[in-house]
């Protein structure tokens, strides 16, 4: 089973990713925090989530890209000097600004992704997202 850590500061769309992987039957263990700050406190093991048995490190972040307070690109600036660089993060974005998207590559996202429009769309995207870390740690 992967640990999927999702950043996402819209409630719906937290919903509508924890709803896909219940509905993908993916063999995967969902995660979210409403923004990069808490997903840093989060990886941190800081307050509440000081305990990994409940709070593990994740396997995989996704992560939204426009967020109010700390960006994805901010959580990628930082992610890349921290000791969690190693954790593959997706980028799931609405923007068609490909200098924006070049950017988040650059600073060590795996890949972008366009937000499903669609929840079926969203819950191929979890499955392949769960298989593709299965197969990491496996």
Same mark, same amino acid.
């Given at each position: 089973? *992967?640990? @999927?850590?999702? *950043?996402? !500061?819209?409630?719906? !769309? /937290?919903?509508?990713? /924890?709803? +896909?992987?219940? /509905? =993908?039957? +993916?063999?995967?263990?969902? $995660?979210? *925090?409403? !923004?990069?700050?808490? +997903? &840093?406190?989060?990886?941190?093991? #800081? /307050? ?7 709070? %593990?490190l994740p !396997? ?5 890209? &426009?967020m ?10 930082? $992610? &890349?000097? =921290? ?6 993060? @997706?980028?799931?974005?609405? #923007? ?5 998207? +070049?950017? *988040? ?10 937000? %499903? =429009? =669609? ?20």
């Amino acid at each position: 089973m *992967v640990t @999927i850590l999702h *950043v996402e !500061d819209e409630e719906g !769309d /937290r919903d509508l990713f /924890r709803m +896909a992987v219940q /509905r =993908s039957h +993916a063999h995967a263990a969902l $995660r979210t *925090v409403p !923004d990069a700050y808490i +997903a &840093k406190e989060y990886l941190q093991g #800081s /307050r509440e989530f000081a305990d990994r048995t409940q709070y %593990p490190l994740p !396997d995989l972040i996704v992560l939204d890209l &426009k967020m109010p307070l700390m960006s994805g690109a901010d959580f990628l600036r930082w $992610r &890349k000097t =921290s000791e969690f660089e190693h954790i593959p993060v @997706i980028v799931l974005s609405d #923007s068609a600004n490909q200098k924006e998207l +070049a950017e *988040v590559l650059q600073l060590g996202a795996l890949l972008t992704v366009p937000k %499903p =429009s =669609s929840i079926h769309d969203l819950e191929t995207l979890v499955q392949q997202l769960s298989e593709l870390e299965l197969q990491k740690v496996s």
